[in-house]
């Protein structure tokens, strides 16, 4: 398992933007495909997007903020970040990025066995 720290989370505008960071602690972060969920209030958590460890960084994203958020990845500084554009008042949750040793794990939330402590964002109308 790696620890992980999220950060960059915060109050915007609607149609702004954010990014957030998740750093890792360990020497084995480029072997995880790291995953970003999200969960509102009264609501269950859901599945953001996730970018695997494979060499080709692939990337699956929810259908509700595919062509607005993009995940990326520095290994040299066992970070993901996710990129959030066009930003929603139904983009309001506390986003967690969680780690798996799969390279697809895809939405399943219980494929990940490392989990941040979650980061607040708020979008205003």
């Known amino acids: 398992q790696v620890q992980l720290v999220e950060s960059g989370g915060g109050l915007v505008q609607a149609g702004g933007s954010l990014r957030l960071s998740c750093t890792a602690s360990?020497?084995?972060?480029?072997?995880?495909?790291m995953g970003w969920f999200r969960q509102a209030p009264g609501k269950e958590r859901a599945f953001v997007g996730v970018?695997?460890?494979?060499?080709?960084?692939?990337?699956d994203y929810a259908d509700s903020v595919k062509g607005r958020f993009t995940i990326s990845r520095d290994n040299a500084k066992n970070t993901v970040y996710l990129q959030m554009n066009s930003l929603k008042p139904e983009d309001t949750a506390v986003y967690y990025c969680?780690?798996?040793?799969?390279?697809?794990?895809?939405?399943?939330?219980?494929?990940?066995?490392?989990w941040g402590q979650g980061t607040q964002v708020t979008v205003s109308s």
């Open positions: 969680a780690g798996s040793a799969l390279a697809r794990p895809g939405q399943i939330d219980n494929l990940y066995n490392s």
């Open positions: 360990g020497r084995t972060f480029s072997s995880y495909s």
């Open positions: 970018i695997s460890w494979r060499s080709d960084h692939n990337t």
